[in-house]
């Protein structure tokens, strides 16, 4: 997506305070951990698990709800660096509003009441937004792993804002191709 409508100096303070946040040391990073094995799935984790062809996946992640701001738990957001609360909430803000035109033009190009699609997947009271940073840690021995696995989303909407590093591939007409890196967009 381009032309969105979010200011470009607001992603880059996204993405600075995502590369501040994994910059930090892991037991500053660790503070703010998940734990899935007691339910708690929001905050910073680590994969390094076999896939199923045997390739590990090997990344970082931070992970919580960003939107609405009523269903935040800013307890576990981090607190350094101290950019990315408020840099995070203004761009959930925005994330929102573009979330309502994608719905809108979606709705009408399948001849549908412009509010429709918008209405089913929980209106503008009930519309979750979760946010989830990758980070890819240098790998070793890289022909032995990937960042995430194939994977299908379960939202009814992703946006990814990159850092413009390629790597990011969609499955196509049968085959994986890789997204274009196009400066200030959003891929959707």
């Known amino acids: 997506l381009i032309n969105h409508g979010i200011p470009v100096d607001l992603m880059e303070r996204v993405k600075k305070s995502g590369e501040e946040f994994f910059g930090l040391a892991v037991e500053e990073k660790e503070k703010y951990a998940n734990d899935q094995a007691a339910g708690k799935i929001q905050g910073y ?29 800013l307890s576990i957001w981090p607190k350094t660096p101290t950019d990315y609360i408020e840099a995070t909430s203004v761009y959930a803000k925005c994330l929102r509003l573009l979330s309502t035109k994608v719905f809108k ?65 969609l499955f196509y007409e049968g085959k994986w191709v890789t997204a274009k890196c196009v400066p200030d967009s959003i891929v959707m």
């Open 45 to 73: 984790g680590s994969k390094l698990a076999n896939n199923a062809c045997g390739q590990l996946e090997w990344e970082d992640y931070f992970f919580h709800l960003v939107y609405p701001e009523d269903k935040r738990d």
């Open 105 to 169: 033009a979606l709705s009408i190009g399948l001849g549908l009441e412009p509010n429709r699609l918008e209405k089913e997947v929980g209106g503008l009271q009930e519309l979750l937004l979760q946010m989830k940073i990758n980070y890819y840690p240098k790998c070793p021995q890289p022909e032995l792993a990937l960042g995430v696995e194939a994977h299908t989303d379960v939202s009814a909407l992703t946006f990814i804002l990159h850092n413009m590093v390629p790597g990011l591939q």
